[in-house]
Nanobody, 128 residues
Framework: QVELVESGGGLVQAGGSLSLSCVASGHSAERYAMGWFRQSTGKEREFVAAIKWNGQVTYYGDSLKGRFTISKDVNTNTAYLQMNNLMSEDTAVYYC?????????????????????WGKGTLVTVSS
C-alpha cells in the first residue's frame, strides 16, 4: 500500500503560478507511477498529468495547453505539478494519485479508474 500526501495549494491571482507537491511512501513506492487529477464543484474528477515511476515519460490533459508541468524526484518519491498562467477555471481540489504499471505507456493512466491510491487533495483557488 502507498500513502500520498499533497501540499502547496492556496489562493493565487489569475495569471500567477503555484507548485504542488506529493510525497509517496510505503511498500515499493518508488516504483509507482504518479499523477494529478482535479475536481471542481459540480464536475467529475478530471485528469491533469501523469508520470512514469522513473520520471522519464509524462502525459497531460489536453485542456492544459502547456501551462502545467509534472515532474518527479525519484530520490524522495515526490511528484510535483508546476502550474503557470493560472485561470479561474483552474480552481479545484487537486488530488495526487498513484498506481503500479508494468507498462506505463500502454496503460496510459489518464482515467480515475486507472489509479488505485489517492491523496486527500489540496485546494487551489484562482481569483480573477
Amino acid at each position: 500500500q502507498v500513502e500520498l500526501v499533497e501540499s502547496g495549494g492556496g489562493l493565487v491571482q489569475a495569471g500567477g503560478s503555484l507548485s504542488l507537491s506529493c510525497v509517496a511512501s510505503g511498500h515499493s513506492a518508488e516504483r509507482y507511477a504518479m499523477g494529478w487529477f482535479r475536481q471542481s464543484t459540480g464536475k467529475e474528477r478530471e485528469f491533469v498529468a501523469a508520470i512514469k515511476w522513473n520520471g522519464q515519460v509524462t502525459y497531460y490533459g489536453d485542456s492544459l495547453k502547456g501551462r502545467f508541468t509534472i515532474s518527479k524526484d525519484v530520490n524522495t518519491n515526490t511528484a510535483y505539478l508546476q502550474m503557470n498562467n493560472l485561470m479561474s477555471e483552474d480552481t479545484a481540489v487537486y488530488y495526487c494519485a498513484a498506481n503500479f504499471y508494468r507498462d506505463f505507456v500502454k496503460a496510459r493512466p489518464t482515467m480515475v479508474r486507472g489509479m488505485d491510491h489517492w491523496g486527500k487533495g489540496t485546494l487551489v483557488t484562482v481569483s480573477s
